[in-house]
């Protein structure tokens, strides 16, 4: 990127990233385009993040329309999250950074 960027594409940017913004959830979105999946399945599979960190995420990612929670009429209650229609519209843009953090990761080890 050589020209600067008109002030509504850096208008767009900034959205994109005041939505996206967060350490978990990329990831989460992440985990979920595999599958529907459950809280604790999805705190397993994102790794390090605590309960109430995941339940703040999920709950922004569901206020933005990218993600869908499910109450499963069971005892004890069950919930289930799934990316929306809306939210695999990230999809491409999450596996080209997944891409290209593993380029990273090998560059940045190669030097040590």
Not at 14 to 23: S, T
Not at 35 to 51: A, I, P, W, Y
């Amino acid at each position: 990127m050589t020209e600067k960027l008109p002030s509504k594409d850096m208008l767009a940017l900034c959205d994109a990233m005041d939505i996206l913004n967060g350490k978990w959830k990329i990831a989460i979105m992440c985990s979920l385009s595999q599958k529907k999946k459950r809280f604790k399945e999805l705190q397993r599979d994102v790794g390090k993040v605590t309960g109430k960190m995941l339940s703040k995420e999920l709950k922004e990612l569901e206020m933005n329309e990218l993600v869908n929670r499910y109450v499963l009429n069971t005892k004890p209650v069950t919930v289930e999250y799934e990316l929306t229609s809306y939210g695999k519209t990230l999809e491409k843009v999450i596996m080209e950074l997944v891409s290209w953090g593993l380029r990273h990761r090998k560059r940045i080890l190669r030097k040590k």
